[in-house]
């Protein structure tokens, strides 16, 4: 049989195939591994979508700053520097211990014992062991005097509290002092030569009040 043209027909009618069975027959096909072999691994796409989130961001971050990426690298830069300075003037953080055997000790010298130990760590530039010497010459005077009584495990703070009652006008500087004292013994802070001057000038003006009378609020 020919058609228009004398070309030949065929007598069979072409092969159709539904669109639906072509479709799934080319997925089937594709999912071959011989066509995925070049294909990235999960951990590429992963780090692929990490760090197009991050130039995002970054692209983000320098169009809302001023002088665009150059800012955010300035702004970077300073955040560093501002780090490093506060590690270089603060030191390595050391773990804060907890107080223990109060702030005289298990056995309590004498007032001038203390008083000579802090003048002979502060000559040799001891100064955080002159400052703690310093504040418990402090308050052994004031339990010499009985304006404290004495008692074992008595913290710094507790001593400046009490202490408050009978020289009310030194009640700021024996609360100041009890910080400097538990910062240097238990929170790793290094003393320094002021801060052995402060507690000297307490210690002496302690040294030279006498206690405010029960109720007169007042010491002179």
Do not use: C
């Not at 228009?4 to 594709?30: H, Q, Y």
Request: neutral net charge.
């Amino acid at each position: 049989m020919t058609g228009p043209g004398g070309l030949p027909v065929s007598e069979t009618p072409p092969v159709t195939t539904p669109r639906e069975a072509a479709r799934e027959a080319a997925e089937r096909e594709l999912s071959k591994p011989m066509y995925h072999e070049n294909d990235p691994s999960l951990l590429d796409r992963a780090l692929r979508r990490v760090l197009a989130w991050v130039d995002d961001l970054f692209a983000a971050a320098a169009g809302a700053a001023p002088g665009g990426t150059l800012g955010i690298v300035v702004v970077v830069v300073l955040i560093v520097l501002a780090v490093a300075l506060l590690w270089w003037r603060l030191g390595t953080p050391r773990p804060v211990a907890a107080p223990t055997g109060g702030l005289l000790g298990e056995r309590a010298r004498t007032a001038a014992d203390y008083r000579s130990s802090a003048q002979a760590h502060a000559a040799a530039g001891h100064w955080t062991e002159a400052v703690q010497d310093r504040m418990r010459a402090l308050v052994r005077s004031l339990e010499e005097r009985v304006l404290l009584e004495p008692r074992p495990g008595r913290t710094a703070d507790e001593a400046a509290a009490e202490a408050a009652v009978p020289l009310p006008a030194h009640s700021a500087e024996l609360r100041a002092a009890a910080r400097l004292f538990d910062d240097v013994t238990y929170g790793g802070r290094t003393a320094d030569q002021a801060m052995y001057a402060r507690l000297t000038a307490l210690d002496t003006a302690v040294e030279r009040t006498r206690p405010a009378l029960s109720g007169t609020g007042a010491a002179q």
